[in-house]
């Protein structure tokens, strides 16, 4: 008889349900004689909020012989024949939770009504345009300013790198010894520390990515597809164009027809010594990048071609060389130096 007792125990032990996802008490529960789907969600203290109350899982698995098959019946919580659903041992009910997490995105500019949007998964830019009124009859859709945050994050990382890059040449060239390069002295090394310390040059990483505006609201380029944190900037017709960088007057220039790049130049005073003129580039209002190898001739200076267009921006480069042999010193410079240059660009198209 105790034989008996136990084997009743142990299979009655063995007669339990589950309970998984959006309900307050989650976990294994006994079976008790007729329970149903209403009981299982009952005894685990009900449904939370944001429920997907049309499709709740029911797998059940069949033990045939030495194999065991699973099967899935969906169930809804409104329907009161499907909580009527008689459970069986094993059984595993899941509960799915819709996405309750508010995605906003931020626009500015020229539409009809700035602000902060939230928006749904899969949202676009373009419907987001449309949310916010369309533009008005003044803005430049070729100057749009789409930032992201995960762009930002890239930005920040790949300067981390070059830091970290940096702190090991410096080791290494601080103990040169046999590695065939003359070792640094304190100055030298105090200098190269400062600069390892240094931000981003004092701007903001942007995290930018260039959209063609015009193209996405005539359908004529894909859309883009919007994620938690995005901003768009649409800026005010340009009739400007600005000069940055080793010039000796940085400075913005009313638009004309008939200047060059060259003159736009030397309007802001020309090139001082420290300028790299081999690499004087081009930032369109769109955010994309010409460098001077893409004109007519090679050069910027005996270019003729009407390339530069109102909201572009002139970028005269540092001039950089490799400090003591140690060439990470080029790219860190050109890191810090281009981030200010790019914010400084971004600020002359949305002022």
Known sequence: ??????????SNSKRTVFIFGNVHFPGEYP???????????KASGGLKEATYNSEIEITRRDVSGKKASFSNKLASSVSESDLE??????DTVTVKQIKKEIITVEVTG????????PITEYQTLREL??????????????GAVFQ???????????????????????????????????????????MLTSLVGMDNGGGEALGRLVIDLEGI???????????DGDMIHVPRLQQTVTVIGEVFAPNTHLFSESLTLNDYINQSGGSNVYAD??????????????????????????????FIQPGDTIVVPLLVTPFSGIKATTEITQIIYQMALAAAAVNSFTN
Do not use: C
């Open 1 to 10: 008889l105790d034989l008996i007792d136990q084997q009743k125990t142990n």
């Open 31 to 41: 079976l008790t004689s007729k329970m149903n789907l209403s009981d299982i969600i």
């Open 85 to 90: 659903i008689e459970l069986r041992p094993g």
């Open 110 to 117: 020229e539409v009809h009504f700035n602000g902060t949007y």
């Open 129 to 142: 345009i449309e949310r916010s009124g369309g533009l008005t009859q003044f803005a430049s859709p070729k």
């Open 148 to 190: 992201r945050q995960s762009l930002k994050n890239s930005e920040i990382k790949r300067f981390s790198e070059a830091q970290d890059e940096l702190r090991r040449k410096i080791l290494l060239s601080s103990n040169a010894g046999g590695l065939g390069e003359k070792s640094l002295d304190s100055n030298a090394i105090q």
């Open 217 to 227: 609201l005539n359908g004529t380029v894909p859309d883009i597809i919007l994620e």
């Open 277 to 306: 003129e081999e690499s004087i580039y081009l930032i369109k209002s769109d955010g994309s990048i010409i460098p001077s190898t893409k004109f007519s001739g090679g050069s910027f200076f005996r270019s003729r071609d009407n």
